[in-house]
């Protein structure tokens, strides 16, 4: 069965930077693009990027655009998404999503990590 | 700001049809396609209910419904049950390549 194991978060301060991973398994991961969103507490969800099967291209939210790098190592069956010059906004946690078609994505979810960020 | 807009909260008694609309406000949402629905309960990760606007995953329930109108896309729950009180949220890809979410619906069973 489809298993998506996210990684990585933790608590930092403002201005630092945290990688995050989600580690796939029981599909064949090179076909699917792969989503990040995010949930603050008692907030709703908030897409953050999508990177395509091949990687060849990366989309982002405007809140996180220029900071947040999505990327993958298909050969680990990975995703990552490296997140630099946090903000308290930041919180949150944050979830990897495998793709249905080119127009839907979420038929599989991680539980989830969370980022905290704060002095 | 959302692109998306929908009901904070949608009530209903045990076997009735309720019925969440998400609709969009901006023409970056394109032909309006790509909406899916996701159920979410406290504390757990998001499910997909619908997908390409009235598309059921295997294994969702058919009491799970998703439809069109213009810019409008909604999400009918027949046979309300109990275990259908949760979060509800719609999303729809724009023609720029993100996702956009909506603030989400709170079902009640009443």
């Known amino acids: 069965q489809v298993q998506l194991v996210e990684s990585g978060g933790g608590v930092v301060q403002p201005g630092t930077s945290l990688t995050l991973s989600c580690a796939a398994s029981?599909?064949?991961?090179?076909?699917?693009?792969m989503h990040w969103v995010r949930q603050a507490a008692g907030k709703g969800l908030e897409w953050v990027a999508v990177?395509?099967?091949?990687?060849?291209?990366?989309f982002y939210a405007d809140s996180v655009r220029g900071r947040f790098s999505i990327s993958r190592d298909n050969s680990k069956n990975t995703v990552y998404l490296q997140m630099n010059s946090l903000r308290a906004e930041d919180t949150a946690v944050y979830y990897c999503?495998?793709?249905?078609?080119?127009?839907?994505?979420?038929?599989?979810w991680g539980e989830g990590t969370p980022v905290t960020v704060s002095s | 700001q959302s692109a998306l807009t929908q009901p904070a909260s949608v009530s209903g008694s045990p076997g009735q049809s309720i019925t969440i609309s998400c609709t969009a406000t901006s023409s970056d949402l394109g032909g309006y396609d790509s909406v899916s629905w996701y159920q979410q309960y406290p504390g757990k990760a998001p499910k997909l209910l619908i997908y390409d606007v009235n598309n059921r995953p295997s294994g969702v329930s058919n009491r799970f419904s998703g439809s069109k109108s213009g810019n409008t896309a909604s999400l009918t729950i027949s046979g309300l049950r109990t275990e259908d009180e949760a979060d509800y949220y719609c999303a729809s890809y724009s023609t720029t390549g993100i996702v956009v979410f909506d603030g989400g619906t709170k079902v009640t069973v009443l």
């Open positions: 999503a495998k793709e249905v078609s080119s127009s839907s994505f979420g038929d599989s």
């Open positions: 029981g599909f064949t991961f090179t076909s699917f693009g």
């Open positions: 990177i395509w099967y091949d990687g060849s291209y990366k």
